[in-house]
């Protein structure tokens, strides 16, 4: 792949809007985005409890001339049931102060997810254009699997996307999910390039003080592992300790995946973001594949 089209695949990653970034801030990094071509937004209603896409909706109030263009996709959190999931995708309209969701997700697996009903409002809510198209996130290969098959049981349409932790120390992205994804030709979604700050090397001597991992300690069971510090410490000793390097080159793997269709890139700042934008000018994949092969 060539620089544009790797520019292409990055996406922004709403997760710090209202949370960790006020919307001045926010603001500021769309305006970055937009003006880069950067055009796919990605949030969730538990992202700052609903801050995130309040934020996303008044900036794209605030950008008439673009906002038609901008996707934009939203999560919800299970438990899923018909009643309550269509007054929140209502709630959710109203926060981003659209008509409809380019892109829905389930934002973790639950059982839920095979009600008839639930799965029936969607189709129903895709048929009138509140929904363009929905997706799981956080799913394994076999629920995954199950969903897709009861999708085609009941019949209806399949789902468009899925969305999955992906870098180089640790990632959802196993052979078998791989297969499900290549047969049903589903779009595929990644976030977290940077494992939260874990392939910087910050937390290499201890955890950052104010960081996600010291906020979110779960984070230290993921990544604190033996795969994934080996991961790190073949990124370090590539990039011979130069901590832009290993910045660039861990975006730039997540990047070159070929099964990955888009990337998302959760930023406090523009210089974030830019990281990213110049990742994707680092093409040499057959480096790349000597720090951890794609698939």
């Known amino acids: 792949m060539n620089a544009m089209e790797l520019l292409q695949k990055i996406g922004l990653g709403a997760v710090t809007f209202g949370r960790e970034i006020d919307q001045r801030q926010s603001f500021r990094i769309m305006d970055a985005a937009a003006e880069r071509g950067i055009l796919f937004f990605d949030t969730a209603e538990a992202y700052g409890q609903g801050a995130s896409e309040t934020i996303i909706g008044n900036w794209l109030q605030a950008h008439p001339s673009i906002k ?148 979110m300690p779960a984070h230290q069971d993921i990544y604190f592992t033996s795969d994934a510090l080996g991961a790190l410490q073949r990124l370090y000793t590539a990039a011979a300790g130069q901590k832009e390097l290993q910045v660039q080159w861990a975006l730039a793997w997540a990047l070159h995946h070929p099964d990955v269709d888009q990337v998302l890139i959760g930023v406090r700042s523009e210089g974030h973001l830019q990281q990213a934008i110049d990742a994707a000018s680092f093409n040499d994949p057959a480096f790349l594949q000597q720090l951890k092969p794609f698939y």
């Open 68 to 215: 038609q263009r901008v996707t934009i996709a939203s999560k919800l959190l299970p438990p899923y049931d018909a009643v309550s999931l269509k007054q929140r995708i209502e709630a959710t309209l109203r926060r981003l102060q659209r008509t409809w969701i380019d892109l829905l997700f389930f934002h973790s697996w639950h059982p839920s997810v095979l009600n008839a009903e639930v799965l029936q409002l969607l189709e129903t809510l895709t048929e009138q254009g509140l929904v363009k198209a929905v997706g799981a996130s956080n799913f394994n290969a076999a629920q995954l699997s199950g969903l897709l098959e009861a999708q085609e049981r009941y019949p209806l349409s399949k789902i468009a996307a899925v969305q999955n932790n992906h870098n180089l120390a640790v990632s959802d992205l196993d052979a078998s999910l791989l297969a499900i994804t290549r047969k049903h030709q589903l779009r595929m979604i990644t976030y977290s390039p940077l494992g939260a700050g874990f392939l910087t090397g910050k937390h290499r001597d201890a955890v950052e003080q104010g960081s996600r991992f010291d906020r």
